[in-house]
């Protein structure tokens, strides 16, 4: 007997396995970072939940109050700018913040409107951010 055939020897097939299943685990990790990672960018619509604060500011049982739009632009986070409409069906209008450029993130949302004491009309809440 020769001194090589006591040498361990791995078969081609189990070889190409074992990288191929390697290679397999090494790629699902990375999708996985990914996606947890992935959503830490900058290109998430930040007017969604600025508009949920927006919304419960204004609302008093569920009906926005135009009159506390002046303070309705606090909820914009800091180094955005922000503009919040208020549309009434009554073709009433309330907005408060400068105006939007176009390529600004928007959440557009129905609500109730008090449109005047004891007078609640369906409308639209608007809220605009961008930097």
């Known amino acids: ?7 361990a020897t791995t078969e081609p097939l189990a070889a190409l396995v074992a990288v191929f299943a ?7 990790y990375a999708g ?4 947890a990672f992935g959503t ?5 619509n930040i007017a969604t939940p600025t508009a949920d604060t927006v919304e419960q500011q204004l609302s008093s049982a569920g009906v926005v109050q135009p009159d506390g739009l002046d303070t309705a632009l606090d909820a914009v986070p ?3 700018h922000g503009n919040v409409t208020i549309t009434a069906t009554t073709g009433e209008r309330w907005s408060s913040g400068r105006k939007s450029p176009s390529n600004a993130d928007t959440e557009t949302r129905t609500v109730s409107v008090q449109v005047g004491p004891g007078a609640v009309r369906r409308g639209t809440l608007t809220v605009r951010v961008w930097r």
């Open 32 to 35: 996985v970072l990914d996606d």
């Open 1 to 7: 007997m020769s001194p090589s055939s006591d040498r």
């Open 40 to 44: 830490l960018d900058d290109d998430r």
């Open 22 to 28: 390697v290679t397999l685990g090494v790629a699902l």
């Open 78 to 80: 800091a180094n955005y």
